[in-house]
């Protein structure tokens, strides 16, 4: 093959047009990857609008990918890495190894992350090329279109969980049943929590037993949703996977001493929580980042352990700029996933 598809967005707010670009070759360090399947993020949006610095155009994004390794770098075999292995490409999309959070071993907030789609070319396309550093492994349970979404969406709620403060046994709640919540319940369940799932409307209470949810509270109902958790005994943990600041911040009189509030959903709004509703009962708010590639690699093995798969709507390549419109007006319920 000498050229492949993309689908690039040519100005800051752009259209998406599909275009051919030659093949290249991958650098020391460095993967192709014959993309299968990538989702589509409302973060995109960042990059599409240029609401980031250092976005250049024309652009191609998408940072929830998963395919096969087509050709290795100079480096990467020794790796580990072959052709034809199965791997994703998440949000973290490699590090700088040098600024002070990666000389600590936190690279997920490296002060260089190379997000795909921002620091190289993104998923929205039939093939592209990425560090052994971003790479994580596809388990055999899980197809392409499930596994791609699990490298944004999947990770930061799963690792929101496991890196919270709950406990088996431990009422959490997610608030939210959208990309994000769908997934969050799932792997609530999953982990031993009693769970509580907090959406708009009670036509929503089915889907979330069918999720797995011990408990179902709708937020437009005469009770509050902090009354509601308090009936319950008080949350140790919120998952706000729901880009609404304001939704989040009515949770934190329903968490329990030392409870905490774990803010996944991105809002420019700020959060009105006052002081004193911290103080008095020890309680802890604190935003969380995605994951590395190992994160990743953990959340797709736990994934295939418990029969957890995201709901996915899939489209094809030429029809990405639909898909994104989708997306973005919300008609797309749960993930769009673009199959190159």
């Known amino acids: 093959m000498s050229s492949y598809r993309v689908a690039q967005v040519g100005v800051a ?67 580990g890495w072959r052709v034809g292995d199965r791997v994703a490409v998440g949000w973290f999309g490699g590090s700088c190894g040098y600024c002070t959070p990666c000389r600590q071993g936190d690279f997920i907030v490296c002060e260089n992350l190379k997000v795909p789609g921002w620091a190289y070319d993104g998923g929205f ?24 979404p699990m490298g944004c969406a999947g990770v930061t709620t799963f690792n929101g969980l496991r890196r919270s403060a709950a406990g088996p046994g431990d009422l959490v709640a997610v608030l ?88 996944i959903g991105a809002d420019n709004a700020p959060l009105e929580i006052s002081p004193l509703q911290l103080l008095m009962s020890a309680k802890v708010v604190r935003g969380h980042p995605s994951g590395t590639a190992q994160d990743v690699q953990d959340t797709l093995a736990f994934s295939a352990l418990h029969g957890i798969h995201p709901m996915v709507e899939t489209v094809p390549l030429e029809q990405a700029g639909e898909a994104y419109e989708r997306m973005l007006s919300g008609a797309a319920r749960f993930r769009m996933v673009l199959t190159p």
């Open 176 to 263: 939210g049943l959208g990309g994000l919540g769908h997934l969050g319940v799932q792997y609530a369940v999953a982990m031993g929590f009693e769970t509580v799932a907090i959406a708009r409307g009670a036509e929503k209470a089915d889907f979330a037993k069918q999720l797995g949810a011990h408990h179902y509270v709708d937020s437009t109902a005469d009770t509050e949703v902090a009354e509601a958790l308090r009936e319950l005994g008080g949350a140790k943990v919120v998952l706000a996977t729901a880009g609404n600041a304001e939704a989040a911040a009515a949770t934190v009189e329903g968490l329990r001493p030392r409870g905490e509030l774990v803010v």
């Open 13 to 79: 707010g752009g259209g998406f047009e599909v275009v051919e670009r030659e093949v290249r070759q991958p650098g020391p360090g460095h993967v192709r990857i014959a993309v299968e399947a990538c989702g589509i993020c409302h973060s995109d949006t960042f990059f599409v609008n240029a609401g980031v610095p250092g976005v250049s155009f024309p652009l191609v994004t998408g940072h929830e990918i998963a395919g096969r390794i087509d050709a290795l770098g100079e480096g990467t075999s020794d790796r």
């Open 125 to 148: 396309a039939e093939m592209t090329v990425a560090p052994v550093d971003a790479l994580a492994r596809i388990p055999e349970g899980l197809s392409a279109t499930a596994a791609a």
